[in-house]
């Protein structure tokens, strides 16, 4: 049986510590499990020197001295570790841009009359879009419009001969300068991609520093990817302003068919919180009183969230929890990080894993392939084959744990100006700077990133969030990290009164009182999925514009404490090519490449103004970050 101490290791979760002894007691196996099986891991995939990009090998540097130091081929260890990072940092921005490409396809249809479930909803975010890229919005209709801006986004993807739109159009100018001078500066996503997985191939490019100035190139392409994602997701299904719901996994209902939508693409998920209602008689003939009740997991969950309320069961790690519960119905996935032990934990079950994208199927799970011309029908099959389900759940298997945690989420770029905007309506920018200037706000750091089964789920979040509120650093959060301050009811206004300092404290309860919240803001601002770090990035350079230096010179900071994904990777390269101190909680596979770790740590700084802080422990962490914002404030003088 799982003794208090392991559970703690595993999660500082209630309720999915109440799941991992069920499943303890029923020998269902879960992430940590499957981790504790790996023991011990491989020392050389650690350090980031093993190599298997030729049939050679694979070849395994020994960091000590004591073996071999060259490859086969006679990559260094550094080469080795370069090229691997490189690698990592292509498929993660591979995975943005794939994501943000499907967003394209769909405005260009939506635009074509050939996706009629997609209409515009946010018309001004879509002239505000066209406005940036360049292109006139005088003369043509809506239709016209979007789809001169879906042709633009995908013209993004292609190799041009000038920069990515995305790229160079969301910055400040000052990056843009500080790219084009160290030869960074894409001319296109897949392209990007693509050139960084030909010099990372056997016999091209084996020069450490030229290999990470590549990535850095191909980060640049994610930022791109992610912004786009954002932006062609706000237009098709509406901005995001705040909203009420809930989190953890009593928000499952005994007496309701629960459907799951996990992933990251909310091009179905979306239309099936459209539909969910009308499928609720049908609910409640077989049985569950209380009609369909959609529950969100990962970044899927995060979208619906923000623009329909659905609450967030769980994020990332802990997935296979929801299952556990034997009260989820129908799980229905995209893609990207989405566990494959879940077709197994189906089959325990009474559970419908539905797949729904080609790209993205798993064995045990049932397809249903989806299609942007047949939305509505596709989503209200997947709810039938919930309800379906549902009438085979045994009640005898239901345990839902009872916690659940109110939030407040939705804080897109647009819903934090707007609020500003209640206290300055002229100068909706003014109450933040005057606040960062005279000390009421020491600083700014987003948290971003997943959990990661090597650190107790939600720890690092929870512990530097409640260190940094209380010295005065206001808190952005997207994605799984989001997700954890959900779960442990940081993003509320009590939690501003419990852990903000005063001067945060007074400045969220003026900022929330002038926006008629009736109390502050909440201590965390949920700002959306993990492509949605684009948005703090433009409140960055909205302030940087304002104040008229360049990112690298503002206290703005970020940090993953529980790191986990490729995607990971790719996102905090391009925060330190912004010019941020970047926090990662868990050491990256580099420190086999000594001159590599020293780059990515300490030389960075003088060529981007950014760099990465690679700490472990929370509180030390927090600390460097709170020495990296103080640094900053001295530089401008405050």
């Excluded at 969910?276 to 529950?295: H, Q, T, Y």
């Excluded at 047949?374 to 919930?386: D, S, V």
Aim: hydrophobic share 40%.
């Amino acid at each position: 049986m799982l003794m208090r101490e392991e559970l703690q290791k595993r999660t500082i979760t209630e309720d999915g510590q109440l799941m991992l002894r069920k499943a303890d007691q029923e020998q269902l196996e879960t992430v940590w499990d499957r981790f504790n099986a790996q023991a011990p891991h491989c020392g050389f995939g650690e350090l980031g020197t093993c190599c298997r990009n030729c049939m050679q090998g694979p070849c395994r540097i020994d960091p000590f001295g004591e073996g071999a130091t060259l490859g086969a081929c006679g990559a260094s260890g550094d080469t080795i570790v370069a090229r691997n990072l490189g690698r990592a940092i292509a498929a993660g921005t591979a995975a943005h841009s794939g994501h943000a490409k499907h967003l394209a396809h769909t405005l260009l249809k939506s635009a074509e009359g050939k996706a009629p479930d997609y209409p515009i909803r946010d018309e001004a975010k879509l002239k505000g879009v066209a406005d940036r890229l360049g292109i006139s919005t005088n003369d043509k209709s809506i239709e016209e419009l979007a789809k001169a801006v879906a042709r633009v986004a995908l013209e993004d993807f292609s190799e041009k001969e000038t920069p990515v739109a995305w790229a160079a159009t969301n910055v400040t100018q000052g990056r843009v300068e500080t790219f084009i001078k160290h030869g960074v500066v894409p001319t296109g996503i897949d392209s990007a991609i693509s050139e960084l997985m030909h010099r990372t191939a056997y016999g091209v490019d084996a020069d450490p520093i030229n290999l990470l100035m590549g990535g850095v190139k191909c980060a640049l392409a994610d930022f791109a990817g992610c912004h786009m994602g954002t932006d062609l997701a706000d237009i098709l299904f509406g901005t995001p302003k705040p909203v009420t719901s809930t989190a953890n996994l009593g928000v499952l209902k005994t007496d309701g068919v629960n459907i799951a939508l996990h992933g990251h693409n909310p091009v179905l998920s979306d239309v099936i919180a459209q539909v969910a209602s009308e499928l609720d008689e049908e609910a409640k003939r077989a049985g569950a009183p209380e009609g369909v009740n959609l529950v969100g997991i990962c970044c899927t969950g995060n979208e619906t969230l923000m623009r329909h309320g659905i609450p967030s069961a769980t994020h990332s790690v802990s997935q296979e929890l929801a299952m556990l519960t034997g009260a989820v119905d129908a799980m229905v996935v995209d893609y990207q990080c989405i566990m494959p032990s879940l077709g197994t934990l189906a089959e325990c079950n009474h559970t419908k894993l539905i797949t729904t994208m080609s790209i993205a199927k798993i064995p045990g799970a049932d397809h249903i392939e989806f299609t942007e011309e047949n939305a509505r029908e596709t989503a209200k099959e997947i709810i039938r084959r919930g309800i379906e389900a549902f009438k085979s759940r045994d009640p005898k298997k239901v345990n839902i744990p009872p916690q659940q945690s109110t939030m407040v989420a939705g804080f897109s770029t647009e819903a934090i100006v707007g609020a500003l905007a209640k206290v300055d309506k002229d100068d909706p920018l003014k109450p933040l700077i005057d606040n960062i200037v005279n000390g009421n706000i020491q600083g700014v750091c987003l948290f971003a990133g997943c959990n990661n089964v090597r650190v107790s789920q939600d720890s690092g979040f929870v512990s530097m969030a409640k260190k940094l509120a209380k010295e005065n650093v206001l808190l952005l959060a997207t994605g799984c990290g989001a997700g954890a301050f959900a779960r442990h009811g940081l993003l509320t206004s009590e939690a501003t009164q419990e852990f903000g300092g005063d001067g945060l404290k007074a400045v969220l309860t003026a900022v929330g009182e002038a926006a008629g919240l009736n109390g502050p803001l909440p201590l965390v601002l949920h700002m959306g999925s993990c492509v949605d770090n684009a948005r703090a990035a433009d409140v960055a350079v909205a302030v940087a514009n304002k104040l008229g230096v360049d990112l690298d010179k503002l206290p703005v900071v970020a940090s993953a404490p529980e790191a986990t994904t490729e995607k990971a990777i790719a996102i905090g390269t391009w925060a330190v090519a912004a010019g941020l101190p970047t926090h990662v909680g868990v050491v990256p596979p580099v420190l086999g490449g000594a001159t590599v770790a020293k780059v990515l740590t300490d030389e960075v700084k003088a060529i981007f103004g950014g760099y990465f802080i690679v700490e472990t422990d929370p509180m030390s962490a927090a600390e460097k970050l709170l020495e990296a914002i103080k640094e900053r404030r001295k530089g401008l003088g405050i």
